[in-house]
């Protein structure tokens, strides 16, 4: 029912999985992928499968995955190892599994521990491999790193870099899909909070702009000159960190970057602080140095961990530092997915049809892909645009 609720809000996901549905270009083609298994990845999973691709799937987080969602698509044939509350360890184990017993002609990956893992553990398999994707900005860096290095194995196309993804998931999605976390996991009050907001990236810039929305008084850490201006701008203020931490009620990071919440912060900040991550992992908010300087710790509810500081002071700590959205609530609303994985199936098709051609670099999504989602979503949203007249588009190329 869930994942039936995700398909009618993911209309372009429908489209390309019914127009492929009878000559299944997929055939053949084995996908292991580590994604968040939530309703909107069992979507895209099922569409594949339906086009003929065997798929075999991991989580893409330790925390986030929805059971329910696991054991439905356990049911319909698609081979999955995940559960919400994997260790470490369970969660590697579990790529290890999707690698080994699927030995893949495509891998899709969401923050780049599949693609480092067959790399570092499985070379002898990636000389197979026709091509990955990589769904999220983090995996981005991971991969042109690699390929600058010229350890790279196969090429890769950076979904998250399409212009109908990073543009609409990371700001739109992250935006509401982050607040959703913090409410559900804790149900204040937003309004008259002073919200403080590290990174002012695609996703820092959702989240900022959500909670002014809902009344917070927004504040913007950044290491950039560029997005600090426009954070200012934007109408934010704009301080460092060492600063923010002596007034915030409640702490977001979205850098992909780590500790940049850390011990000398968390000894500056008010008592009932709240910090969050929507980033990078578990790494943003050094939760290391929180634990060790903390006398007590607590659960209080849900996703949410009371740590006493030896001055009596109390911190809490959201979905155990890792990604606010997935882990206290279900992730970004579905129809910002469907663009999303929309990018994801058209670029597992453009590997396909390009076997051989590509070399082991990190490829942008064709332009012609990213403009065939927007129409293809605005069609479905039953918006219709403009065209440029013949005497329009002369001008427009002339000088
Ligand atoms: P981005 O590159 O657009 O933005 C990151 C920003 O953080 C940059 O402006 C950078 O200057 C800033 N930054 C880096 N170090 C900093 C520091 N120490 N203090 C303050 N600012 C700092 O990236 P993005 O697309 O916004 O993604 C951010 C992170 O969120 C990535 O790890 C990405 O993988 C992840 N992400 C999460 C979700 C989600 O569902 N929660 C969705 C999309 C992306
Ligand atoms: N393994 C990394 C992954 C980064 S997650 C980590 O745990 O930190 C960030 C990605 O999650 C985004 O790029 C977004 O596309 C994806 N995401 C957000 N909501 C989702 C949902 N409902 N279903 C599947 N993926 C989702």
């Not at 002073?194 to 909670?211: H, Q």
């Not at 780590?258 to 900040?269: D, S």
Request: glycine letters at 8%; aromatic letters at 6%; a neutral charge.
């Amino acid at each position: 029912m869930k994942i039936e609720w995700a398909l009618n809000h993911m209309p372009v996901v429908a489209s390309l999985m019914n127009n492929c549905k009878k000559e299944k270009p997929f055939e053949g083609i084995t996908i292991s992928a580590v994604l968040h298994v939530t309703k909107e990845t069992a979507v895209l999973v099922k569409a594949l499968k339906e086009c003929g691709a065997r798929v075999l799937l991991a989580g893409s987080n330790p925390l986030s995955t929805q059971d329910d969602v696991a054991a439905a698509l356990a049911k319909d044939g698609i081979e999955v190892y995940a559960w919400k509350g994997e260790t470490e360890e369970e969660y590697f184990w579990a790529i290890r599994k999707i690698i080994e017993d699927g030995n893949p002609d495509i891998v899709i990956d969401d923050g780049g521990d599949l693609h480092v893992t067959i790399h570092k553990e499985y070379p002898q398999l990636a000389e197979k491999i026709i091509g990955g994707t990589e769904e999220t900005t983090t995996g981005v860096i991971r991969l042109k790193a690699m390929e600058k290095d010229g350890v790279l194995k196969y090429p890769v196309i950076a979904v998250n870099d399409a212009l109908t993804k990073f543009m609409f998931d990371n700001r739109y999605g992250t935006g509401q899909s982050t607040i959703d976390g913090i409410l559900r996991a804790t149900n204040v009050l937003i309004a008259g909070k002073k919200v403080v907001v590290a990174g002012y990236g695609w996703c820092g810039r959702g989240i900022a702009m959500r909670m002014r929305g809902m009344g917070a008084r927004v504040i913007v850490t950044e290491v950039d000159p560029l997005r600090a201006l426009e954070a200012v701008h934007d109408g934010f203020d704009v301080m460092p960190m060492d600063d923010a931490a002596k007034v915030g009620d409640i702490f977001v990071t979205a850098t992909g970057n780590i500790n940049v919440i850390r011990k000398e912060h968390f000894l500056k900040m008010k008592n009932g602080a709240i910090l969050a991550n929507a980033g990078h992992f578990n790494v943003e908010i050094d939760v290391k140095s929180l634990e060790a300087l903390a006398v007590s710790k607590r659960r209080i509810r849900p996703y949410v961990d009371e740590y006493k500081l030896p001055d009596g002071r109390k911190i809490y700590l959201l979905a155990e530092g890792r990604l606010v959205n997935l882990v206290a609530a279900e992730g970004h609303p579905s129809e910002v997915m469907d663009m999303s994985f929309a990018n994801q199936f058209l670029s597992v098709k453009y590997l396909i049809e390009n076997k051989g051609k590509l070399e082991p670099k990190v490829y942008k999504v064709p332009h012609e892909i990213d403009s065939e989602v927007a129409r293809r979503k605005l069609n479905a949203m039953g918006i219709k645009i403009d065209t440029l007249t013949e005497e329009q588009k002369r001008y427009l190329e002339s000088w």
